[in-house]
C-alpha cells in the first residue's frame, strides 16, 4: 500500500516513466488481489526502449481499476487476466490494456470517451486521461476503446514517441 501511494504521488511530479506507471499498476493489482482472493492475473509485454519514455501521471492505473470492477468481477466467476501490452507503430506508441472481463455493450462503448452524464460507465477517470494526454500531446493522441459483450475489453492509448533522456 505504501508502495502504491508513493508511486503515486511521485514526488509531486506530473509526469513519469512508462515504466513507473507500470510500477503503480502492479502495486494496484497487488492491493486487489488482496481484496479478491487473487482473481486478477496481470501480464506485462511492454518493450524496454519505450520503458524510459514520460508520460502524465496515472493514465493505467484507472484503466486497469475500470478493467477490475467493470470487466472482470461482472463476470460470473470474479477472476480474470489484464494483459498490458506496447508497441512503436511509424512513430506513435501504443500502450494496450486488454481484459477478459464482461465487455462492454456497443451503444455504450460509443459514449463512453464524452460527458454523456446518462452513461452508467461515466466516471471521470477516463475522460481525464483522455482529456490530459490530448493536452499534453495533441489532439491525434488518447484513449480509444474496443469491446465485445462477454469477450472483453481493449484500451488503447496513442502516444507520440519521442526521445528520451
Known amino acids: 500500500l505504501s508502495r502504491f501511494y508513493k508511486l503515486s504521488l511521485s514526488k509531486g511530479r506530473d509526469t513519469v516513466t ?3 506507471e ?3 499498476v502492479k502495486a494496484y493489482v ?3 488481489n488482496v481484496r479478491y482472493n487473487d482473481g486478477i492475473s496481470l501480464t506485462i509485454d511492454v518493450p524496454e526502449e519505450i520503458l524510459p519514455m514520460e508520460v502524465p501521471k496515472i493514465i493505467l492505473q484507472p484503466i486497469v481499476e475500470n478493467a477490475i470492477i467493470h470487466g472482470i468481477l461482472e463476470t460470473y466467476r470474479e477472476k480474470g487476466t489484464i494483459v498490458i501490452s506496447g508497441r512503436i507503430q511509424d512513430d506513435t506508441v501504443i500502450l494496450e490494456v486488454k481484459d477478459d472481463g464482461a465487455g462492454i455493450e456497443a451503444d455504450k462503448l460509443t459514449r463512453l470517451l464524452t460527458h454523456d452524464s446518462s452513461n452508467e460507465y461515466h466516471g471521470y ?4 486521461i483522455h482529456n ?3 493536452l499534453f ?3 491525434e ?3 480509444t476503446y474496443r ?3 462477454k469477450q472483453g475489453t481493449i484500451v488503447s492509448i496513442r502516444i507520440p514517441l519521442k526521445e528520451t533522456d
Open 147 to 149: 469491446s465485445k459483450p
Open 30 to 32: 497487488q492491493i486487489q
Open 125 to 128: 477517470g477516463i475522460i481525464n
Open 141 to 143: 493522441y488518447g484513449l
Open 132 to 134: 490530459r494526454i490530448k
Open 137 to 139: 500531446f495533441g489532439q
Open 18 to 20: 512508462i515504466e513507473n
Open 22 to 24: 507500470l510500477e503503480h
